[in-house]
């Protein structure tokens, strides 16, 4: 008899490799919104403000905020991602905005 997926592969290392992916977005959420802000300084272009502060909360916000609100309330889990996806949700409408509004010169 053969083995299923799952006595294979551990699933608490399977849960630490998911937790460290998490960091991998952060970084690049931030790595962007500094470029992003850094573009909006030297050419006070008040559109890039925009997608800077999207992408952090696209993809800076979500994480850290998701676990304050694990450990910090016990909610269930539907209300909880309702709660996390609230910045992206902002945060996409941001980017979107910084990419539709017309650059004023």
Do not use: H, K
Request: proline share 8%; hydrophobic share 50%.
């Amino acid at each position: 008899m053969l083995d299923t997926p799952l006595q294979l592969v551990d699933l608490e290392t399977l849960r630490t490799i998911r937790q460290v992916s998490e960091v991998i977005p952060m970084i690049l959420g931030l790595a962007i919104s500094y470029l992003a802000y850094t573009a909006y300084q030297q050419n006070q272009s008040r559109p890039m403000l925009y997608i800077a502060a999207g992408f952090i909360l696209v993809l800076f916000v979500q994480a850290p905020l998701g676990l304050v609100l694990i450990y910090l309330l016990e909610l269930p889990t539907p209300v909880l991602n309702s709660i996390i996806q609230i910045p992206e949700f902002i945060g996409l409408g941001l980017i979107l905005y910084g990419l539709w509004v017309p650059r004023r010169d």
